[in-house]
């Protein structure tokens, strides 16, 4: 029986470079007998709308984009139920953070061979209230910059449009006021920047959490970092984010499978890079091993 594959492409993601590979990514899935449809997507959203809907007539999908467009395939993908389809993934975007995980997106067509490989695994994914994300869910400091750069300007400058622009934001910085819960703990505080993780790098950094996350353990990786009221508490807080010092009493680092937040404020959110809705009340629930992804 010949496999179907479903090739998405966001052709504006990163610096376009997906467009000069197109004709030797179709040419490369051909010769492996695959049936190849193909999304070149419109708008955003468009790829979660398309998956949902079409996901059963597909054996695979193989995503070229940046981790917002990976987002909306698994957003679909649990939209639709579908928890059988193998999922590949060609990164092209500006930062490629959930990509660095599995050592893709130096080579477009060694990504693209990977993506139909056999190799898989059952990978974690999350839902915030109703909305998926793949590796990180965030909120707070900078958290919103990858969503509110320009695609226009990340297409010229990549990661370092995302570090301009977030300088930008430095003089709107205000501590959020939460309570979060989590198994039988309740953490109440102000709070700088908070990251719900499956994933080793984030925003650029990487070697987040030094070899610790696992993305197929059914466990998120949870920093919060409190909001620093002094010089010298900024400095601790730095201190103690570079070195990966969770005992810092600027820090709470912990792992947990779900957790709750509410705060008197809407707090924005940022999933995998994009723009993830505001809310006073949030839960958060990990997907133990919901995607099948191509390595």
Excluded at 68 to 88: K, P
Excluded at 185 to 192: H, N, S, T, W, Y
Excluded at 226 to 247: C, Q
Aim: aromatic fraction near 12%; charge should be negative; proline fraction near 2%.
């Amino acid at each position: 029986m010949t496999t179907r594959l479903l090739f998405i492409v966001n052709p504006v993601s990163g610096k376009k470079t997906i467009t000069d590979y197109m004709i030797d990514i179709l040419n490369l899935y051909c010769k492996e007998g695959l049936e190849v449809s193909v999304l070149i997507t419109q708008y955003q959203g468009h790829a979660a709308e398309y998956v949902k809907t079409n996901s059963q007539r597909f054996d695979r999908i193989v995503c070229a984009g940046g981790d917002g467009t990976i987002n909306e395939v698994v957003s679909g993908l649990r939209e639709a139920c579908d928890y059988r389809t193998l999922l590949g993934y060609i990164p092209c975007g500006s930062t490629n953070d959930f990509a660095s995980n599995f050592g893709l997106g130096g080579d477009v067509m060694e990504s693209a061979r990977r993506a139909i490989s056999d190799n898989v695994i059952n990978l974690d994914s999350g839902v915030l209230n109703d909305h998926s994300f793949l590796y990180t869910a965030a909120f707070g400091m900078f958290t919103d910059v990858t969503y509110s750069t320009p695609q226009s300007f990340k297409n010229v400058l990549g990661h370092q449009a995302y570090v301009v622009n977030a300088l930008n934001h430095l003089a709107s910085i205000k501590p959020i006021k939460a309570v979060v819960a989590y198994d039988d703990q309740i953490i109440e505080d102000e709070f700088l920047v908070g990251l719900i993780t499956n994933s080793e790098r984030v925003a650029g950094f990487s070697n987040l959490y030094n070899g610790e996350a696992d993305l197929t353990d059914g466990l998120f990786e949870v920093l919060l970092i409190r909001y620093p009221k002094s010089v010298l508490e900024i400095n601790e807080a730095l201190t103690g984010f570079v070195m990966k010092n969770w005992d810092s009493k600027m820090l709470y680092y912990f792992k947990t499978k779900r957790l709750k937040i509410w705060s008197d404020e809407k707090i924005k959110w940022t999933l995998d890079g994009e723009y993830g809705g505001e809310y006073s009340v949030t839960a958060i629930n990990n997907r133990h091993g919901s995607v099948r992804f191509c390595i």
